[in-house]
């Protein structure tokens, strides 16, 4: 997928195994063990964060959790009930951002819109930062109405620190509505000691799991129908020290014993042993048809009577009947759903089936007709899978090809190359498709240098190709592919070559692909900052949407459409934009409503320029609302974007601050080029603090010399280094170089760009004295606003910005000017609170400083003497301290410490 759909589209979720989410039913007859059922409520009912059971395999942890979920709701304080959720863990699961996708699937079958924005945030090509989204979710699960009960289930698969930590952070951060327990055949990497010294851990050890002799008795007489002595049921007891499943293999294998005195005293040795030993007892009871089922089924992770009878080869409806008397017969299956369609083995039944099974001649046939069985039902993963264990690696290789197109729609890339990292290197490089695949999964991972090997590789292979028919497509999307990286690493000149490449290569009837390469063309037009031709760009890729029966690529399109004409300073025409997007999703249902998450928040800001605090409340809303269950790759990032320009109007400038990280943090690479870098705008803000000791580490980062050439990429940067020297009384070149950044942006008709040189020209003018330059760019700047109603641009200037404003109205009272009207509504909003829905009151404003005592107080701000200043700006030092009289008393403050202070609570810095 390439910049739509990697930047300005929705992604479709992760497919979930429905079945690793069902809560095993108790099983009838089974040994009641309320005495563990008190104990698990016990550390429930005090508010303990974890629960672990920790105990070797076969000791009852599963059955236990099932009997104590399907009692009666277990009361939390005066509150309501527990609702109880179930993860199945298996080896599959050490990937990070599927544990944490299932984990936020599990708490949804309780709570359904619980962590939806959690969960769509990890459907990126790129894993993204991890703490924000584990925030987001703790502050969701902290606001729920209901209490929770997590059980993961055998979290001894997790093979992960980095899943270790993920679950470390969420313990720690627990809030009181959610319980987690933890079933494991070993200890986990958490931090146990920590928990048990504070009292938030409740354990239940192999010690507690293990049968009483009384309910050794009740199992082995009343469940299994033994009818053993109390003599012999102790001896049993004990000889298996109460280990649950030690018991039942004993009783299976006693069910045809006449001397059973005599086998329980030939009973002896370790857990294995007596295992090993059992089972082959309990397998030569079964009659040879059932130990044959058994054994060659042990292959299947999961199991239905369709792929039983596939496997085995074997008539329909006799591996569904085999599997429901085995259940009956209690010999260690285990019911995965409600309708008893799928099983599986207990775990240490299938371990030791399979240990017998060995290697057999057919095995590889069984494993290749389970691969064909589950590739005929739609399930590549366990299709390849089998086909790998077979040893088939060339139908491994072309189920990969297969599964790619899935996948990558549902941003599994990373998950889609550890398939194919287990073929030989052999049968990679013999299939060219595979091996642009795999260039396309690494340019999704944010690797082009990888993704280029893998792009060279395919050209190999498909040179040794006898026949190229088949391949007609391929050599374009490999261009294509390039394209993409180049623009990735900001290689303009190679975007352009191998998009144009592309074009020549796509056939005239893929329209798609032909789009994804117009539009990675056109795009290279907005780092050059050319944005009227990236606006015609994505403008005909959202017809060819249209045209190809793909309106929601279109309606996620929108906003970028809307990005552009905001540059251009076309801010009604942006209005319009998305509204007419928002219309399009209305009519297109669910689906297509679901990504407008960026729709809302990019009205929200721009009503928030205009100064319209309800409808930038009512549409913030919406966003968010909408943010919690969107797919969109790039939410996280532009949502906190967002909230720290909305602090940045408040006055929050350290909760801003605080934002910009973590949009920081969420960021994923794509090739948007990047005109406001978050450093940058932290720079910003710490002008705005008045911290210039902060804003001079962010120009010695970047440098400090100012270009010869100005490019559009780099404004944002230019303009901010103009403050800061401004902010130094540092002049030189500043004049130049604020001409030269707008000579460019009016040739490019970017009128929003323009905006800001002018308001940048008009403090630097102010800050030189300049007062005659200063006006004249304030008054171009309100003619270019006026019409589109520009409010929070001026506003969020502070101090300095009004006084311009009030001084260009000064000058043009008793004048029918045109910008009266305009000047004055900016006025009032300057002395106005923001936008109640979002910001705080500010302090009321003193009386106006002159431009002369804001240069001074500046001065003073950054550490200066009075003898300094006077130097500086070559004043006698009697009329510095003229001006600092002056400014205490307009500050009414009482010496310089304080009128920094002050000056700084009023944005006067």
Known sequence: MFFIENTYNYCMSAPILATKLYIPPPRPGLVSRLRLVVRLNEGLATGRKLTLISASAGSGKTTLLSEWIALPPRPVGDGPGVRACWLSIDETDSDPGRFLAYFIAALQTAAPNLGAGALAALQTPQLPPLVPILTSLLNEIGACPEHLVLVLDDYHAIDSPEIDAVLTFLIDHLPPQLHIVISSREDPNLPLARLRVRGQLSELRAADLRFTPIEAAEFLNQVMGLNLSEADVTTLEARTEGWIAGLQLAALAMQAEKDTAGFIQAFTGSHRFVLDYLLEEVLQRQPPDIQDFLLRTSILNRLCGPLCDAVLDALPGSGQETLESLEQANLFIIPLDNERRWYRYHHLFADLLLQRLGNPPDFPELHLRASQWYENHGDLAEAFHHAHVAGDSERAGGLAEA?????????????????????????????????????????????????????????????????????????????????????????????????????????????????????????????????????????????????????????????????????????????????????????????????????????????????????????????????????????????????????????????????????????????????????????????????????????????????????????????????????????????????????LAEAQNRMGSVLEILLTEALAHQAQGHALQALAAIERALTLAKPEGYLRTFVNEGEAMRLLVSDFRRKMDGHSHPLLAYADKLLAAFGSPSDSSITTPQSQLPDSLTPRELEILRLVAQGLSNTEISQRLYLALSTVKGHNLRIFDKLQVQNRTEAVARARELRLL
């Open 403 to 743: 599964a790619w197109p899935v996948m990558a729609d549902s941003f599994q890339s990373a998950a889609w190359v550890g398939w194919v990292k287990k073929l030989p290197e052999m049968v990679v490089l013999a299939r060219p498709e595979l091996c642009h695949q795999l260039g396309r999964a690494f340019s999704d991972l944010g690797e082009p240098e990888t993704s280029e090997f893998h792009l060279q590789n395919a050209e190999r292979a498909l040179d040794r190709v006898p026949s190229q028919a088949g391949f007609a497509p391929l050599s374009g999307n490999i261009a294509l592919t390039r394209a993409y990286n180049a623009q990735v690493q900001g290689i303009l000149t190679d975007t352009v070559k191998y998009a144009e490449l592309a074009l020549q290569l796509i056939p005239e009837d893929d329209v798609y692909h032909r789009a994804q390469a117009v539009i990675t063309l056109e795009f290279t037009h907005w780092a050059s900052g050319d944005l009227e031709s990236s606006l015609h760009a994505i403008r005909a890729w959202m017809a060819d949407m249209h045209k190809i029966g793909n309106p929601v690529f279109a309606i996620a399109s929108a906003f970028a459409e809307a990005d552009l004409l905001v540059i251009l300073g076309r801010l009604h025409e942006a209005i319009r934009a998305y509204q007419q997007a928002l219309k399009l999703a209305t009519e297109h249902g669910a689906e297509a409503q679901q990504i407008t998450a960026h729709h809302h928040l990019g009205l929200a800001l721009i009503y928030h320029e205009l100064g319209d605090s309800e409808s930038t409340a009512m549409h913030l809303q919406t966003a968010a609302d909408l943010g919690k269950r969107t797919t969109l790759v790039d939410w996280l990032h532009r949502w906190k974007l967002a909230q720290a320009r909305f602090k940045e109007s408040a006055g929050e400038w350290e909760a801003a601050l605080e934002l910009l990280e973590e949009a920081k943090r969420g960021y994923v690479k794509n090739p948007v080029p990047i005109t406001h870098p978050v450093e940058t705008l932290k720079a910003r803000i710490y002008l705005k603090q008045g911290r210039l000791d902060k804003a001079r580490e962010w120009v010695k980062e970047r440098g400090d010399s100012i270009p010869d050439e100005v490019s559009y990429v780099a404004e944002f940067d230019m303009l901010t280094l103009v403050r800061v020297l401004l902010a130094e009384g540092s002049f030189n070149g500043v004049d130049d170089l604020l001409e030269r950044l707008r000579t």
